[in-house]
């Protein structure tokens, strides 16, 4: 597993080796190669509460989106 995940030298970016089928259910794309070496990176490097400030942006804008595109006023938390 620690072939698939690569930091660059100067540690500004990271590369995954992409496996070559897409899995076709939640359960298998939560097992594929790609996100578990995702996570493993995650947990290695400490970054668990970085990643879950990410997600959480990333979950209120998709809200946000989705209130916009109802009409609705978005109010931010």
């Not at 790609?34 to 998709?62: M, P, S, T, V």
């Amino acid at each position: 597993m620690a072939d698939k995940v690569k930091l660059s030298e100067d540690g500004s970016s990271i590369d995954f080796v992409q496996s070559d089928s897409l899995p076709s259910s939640i359960k298998k794309f939560r097992q594929s190669p790609e996100i578990e070496g995702f996570y493993r990176f995650i947990y290695e490097n400490d970054l668990q509460r970085e990643a879950c400030e990410i997600l959480e942006k990333i979950i209120w804008r998709r809200k946000q989106e989705r209130i916009k595109a109802k009409g609705r006023k978005v109010t931010k938390i």
